[in-house]
C-alpha cells in the first residue's frame, strides 16, 4: 500500500516555501534517535551493507561520494568530549577567516543547530529549503529497488554535505554521530584529518561492553595516509587505536597537554570552563593546525621542540610536537560556545549549572566543574543556600553508577523529570520524539527516584549527621485540578525527603525557580506537587539567598531546560 502523505508534501517544491514546522515535523517521521539506534543494532553485523545503503541515499540525493572530498572535512569521533573538540577546531578556523560548516547531533532547542554555517545554525529559511530539496529528490527516486528513506540521523547527514557544498563552506568539521566504523558520516572517503576524543564507556549494546570494542569502533574512521590525533587514553584503548591506525595506514599521534603550549606565556583562557576541556582544546589545536598545514594555509606557529619528559617512552603511539600558537588560535579558543556543557546561567539568586553529561566520566568531570563553580561563588552572608539536582537519563545507561557519583555534591533536593518540556509537546516540533512515551519516561523517573533515596539511606549508614529517608515507591495519579499526571510517593514519607518526580521539565523548574527567575512563571496554586516536601522545599527555596541547580545526566534534558530558561534561542 503506497504511503499517504499530507498535501503540503506531495505539492511541495524544492524551494522551500512549505512552512519550517512542516519540514520538521517530516523530518520526525523518519525516527529519531532511539529507533535509528535499534536500526543501527540489527544492521552492525554488515557494516559494508550500512554504508553502501547510505551511499545509495546520497546518490538518489544528487550527489556522489567524491563530491564530498571538496569540503576538506575534519572528521572527529570520540566518546566524550568530541562536540566541544569540534566546537574549539571550528572556532580556531573561522578566526583565520575562513568559511565554516560544522555538523553536530544532537541538538538541544532547535534541529537547525546540527548544521551551522560560521558558528551560527543555519537561517529558518535555509533549513527549508535543503530539507525539501532532499526530501523530494528522495521521493522522485524511489523504486521498488529503493523504496525507503533514509533514517533521521542519516538524511540530516545527507542534507548537511548539500548545504556545505551549495554555500561553498572552505571546510567543514563533521561529529561522528555513534561509533565510527557504522557511523553514516563514515562515507567521507578523504577527510583532510580525524581525531578521537576521549574514550568511555556509552552506547554499549552497538558499541561493545568494553573500552577496547569502542576504540575498535573508533578507528573505524582513520584513512590511508590521512593524519589523525587522539588524547590521552587508557592503555589497552589506546594500544586498539593504534593497531587499527596501523592496519588502515594511518599516521596516528598523540597530542601534546595543554600546559605544553603555555609554557614561558600566561595560562591559555578557554570559552568553554572545567578542567575536563583542556584536553579537548589540544586536540583541536593540532586537528586545525594540521588542517592549515595541508591545505597550505600561512600563519602555522611555530614548532616547539618536545622535551624528552613529555616523549612516550616505549609507548606505542608517537607524541606530537607542541608549537607556539598565533594569536588566531588562542582568540578561536577564548571565543569558543557550545550550549548546554558547562553552561552557567546566573538569574539573580537563582544559578542554573547545565551540563549534557550522560556517561560515567563526563558525569566525573560535570561534578567536579561543578563543585569548583558552586564553590568559587561568595557564601550567602546569612548562609542559607539551596542545592538542587535536576535529573534524567535515557537509553541503556546504568543511572544508578551516574546517580552515585551525584551523591557527594550534598544536593538539598533530587528533581527527577522526562526530557519533555511540556506534558503535551504535539506544538514543538523540534523535541517531538516518537519512540518515547510519557508513561515510559515517568516510570524511569519513579526508578531514579527510588535509586536516589536508597543511596542516601546507604550514604545515611556512613554519616550519621545525614537525615535518612524511608524506601520509596511511586503511584501514578491525575490531579483531578488539571487533568495531568503528577507523581505521588506513599504517604509514610518524612518530611525531609529530598527526591521529588515532576511530570515535565516546565513544571519541575517552576518549582525549583519559585518565581525568582524572570524567565519562568511561578508554579500555580492548583498545580501544586501534593507531597509535603514540596511545599516545604518551596519555601525554603523562596527564602534562600543562593539557589544553585545543576541540571545533567541528558542532552536532551539540558535542551529542554534551555528552551524554557532561554526562550530567545527557540527563535
Known amino acids: 500500500m503506497a504511503e499517504m502523505l499530507p498535501a503540503w508534501v506531495t505539492n511541495g517544491t524544492a524551494e522551500g516555501t512549505e512552512p ?34 547510505m551511499q545509495g541515499f546520497l546518490e538518489r540525493s544528487g550527489l556522489k561520494v567524491e563530491d564530498l572530498d571538496r569540503l576538506n572535512i575534519i572528521h572527529v569521533t570520540g566518546t566524550k568530549g568530541k562536540g566541544s573538540a569540534c566546537a574549539f577546531t571550528e572556532c580556531i578556523l573561522r578566526n583565520y577567516g575562513l568559511k565554516t560548516g560544522f555538523y553536530s547531533s544532537p541538538h538541544l532547542v532547535q534541529v537547525r543547530e546540527r548544521i551551522r554555517i560560521n558558528g551560527q545554525p543555519i537561517s529558518k529559511d535555509l533549513f527549508n529549503k535543503y ?12 523504486d521498488p529497488a529503493h523504496a525507503s528513506m533514509p533514517a533521521y540521523f542519516r538524511f540530516l547527514t545527507i542534507m548537511a554535505f548539500h548545504v556545505f557544498l551549495e554555500e561553498k563552506v572552505d571546510l567543514a568539521v563533521v561529529e561522528v554521530g555513534i561509533g565510527g566504523t557504522y557511523d553514516c558520516t563514515n562515507i567521507i572517503r578523504t577527510p583532510v584529518v580525524c581525531g578521537v576524543s576521549s574514550l568511555g564507556i556509552d552506547h554499549t549494546s552497538i558499541l561493545g561492553d568494553t573500552m577496547e570494542k569502542i576504540a575498535w569502533q573508533k578507528g573505524g574512521i582513520f584513512k590511508p595516509g590521512v593524519p589523525a590525533f587522539t588524547v590521552a587514553q587508557p592503555e589497552r584503548p589506546l594500544e586498539v587505536l593504534r593497531e587499527r591506525a596501523q592496519e588502515r595506514k594511518c599516521p596516528l599521534y598523540l597530542c601534546p597537554e595543554l600546559d605544553d603550549f603555555e609554557e614561558g606565556c600566561q595560562a591559555l583562557e578557554l570559552g568553554l570552563a572545567g578542567a575536563h576541556q583542556r584536553s579537548n582544546a589540544a586536540l583541536a589545536l593540532q586537528l586545525a593546525r594540521t588542517w592549515l598545514q595541508r591545505r597550505g594555509c600561512q600563519g602555522l606557529g611555530e614548532l616547539k621542540e618536545v622535551p624528552p619528559s613529555t616523549e612516550l617512552l616505549g609507548g606505542p ?32 539568586p537563582v544559578t542554573w549549572y547545565l551540563d549534557g553529561a550522560h556517561t560515567t566520566s563526563s558525569i566525573q568531570a560535570c561534578v567536579r566543574w561543578f563543585r569548583q563553580a558552586a564553590l568559587s561563588q561568595d557564601k550567602p552572608h546569612d ?24 551523591v557527594p555534591c550534598h544536593f538539598d533536593y533530587a528533581v527527577f523529570c522526562p526530557n519533555f518540556t511540556e506534558v503535551s509537546v504535539a506544538n514543538n516540533a523540534d523535541q517531538q520524539n516518537f519512540n518515547v512515551t510519557l508513561e515510559n519516561a515517568l516510570t524511569r523517573c519513579l526508578e531514579n527516584q527510588r535509586t536516589w533515596t536508597r543511596l542516601l539511606e546507604e ?20 490531579a ?9 510517593p506513599p504517604a509514610p514519607r518524612p518530611l525531609n ?64 531546560a534551555l528552551r524554557l530558561l532561554e526562550p530567545t534561542l527557540s527563535q
Open 497 to 560: 525527603s529530598p527526591a521529588l518526580v515532576f511530570p515535565c521539565l516546565a513544571q519541575a523548574l517552576r518549582w525549583v525557580a519559585q518565581g525568582r527567575d524572570p524567565q519562568l512563571a511561578a508554579p500555580t496554586a492548583s498545580g501544586a506537587h501534593p507531597h509535603p516536601a514540596a511545599s516545604s522545599g518551596a519555601v525554603l527555596l523562596r527564602e534562600a539567598a543562593a539557589v544553585r541547580v545543576l541540571v545533567t545526566g541528558s542532552l536532551h534534558l539540558v535542551g529542554g
Open 20 to 53: 519550517e514546522g512542516d519540514a520538521i515535523r517530516m523530518l520526525n517521521t523518519l525516527q529519531t534517535n532511539a529507533s535509528y539506534l535499534e536500526q543501527v543494532k540489527r544492521e552492525r553485523g554488515d557494516p559494508q551493507a550500512q554504508l553502501e545503503a
Open 480 to 488: 483531578p485540578a488539571r487533568g495531568s499526571l503528577l507523581l505521588v
Open 131 to 142: 530539507f525539501w530539496l532532499v526530501y523530494n529528490r528522495l521521493e522522485e527516486t524511489k
Open 317 to 348: 603511539v608517537p607524541l606530537a610536537p607542541a608549537f607556539r600558537l598565533t594569536d588566531a588560535m588562542i582568540q578561536g579558543l577564548r571565543d569558543t560556545e557550545w550550549l548546554g556543557r558547562t553552561q552557567v546561567l546566573s538569574r539573580g
Open 383 to 406: 548562609g542559607s543556600e539551596v542545592r538542587v539536582l535536576l535529573f534524567n537519563a535515557t537509553g541503556d545507561r546504568d543511572t544508578a553508577a551516574l546517580l552515585k557519583l551525584l
Open 459 to 478: 550514604k545515611a549508614g556512613q554519616d550519621p549527621w545525614l537525615p535518612s529517608p524511608l524506601r520509596v515507591g511511586g503511584l501514578l495519579q491525575p
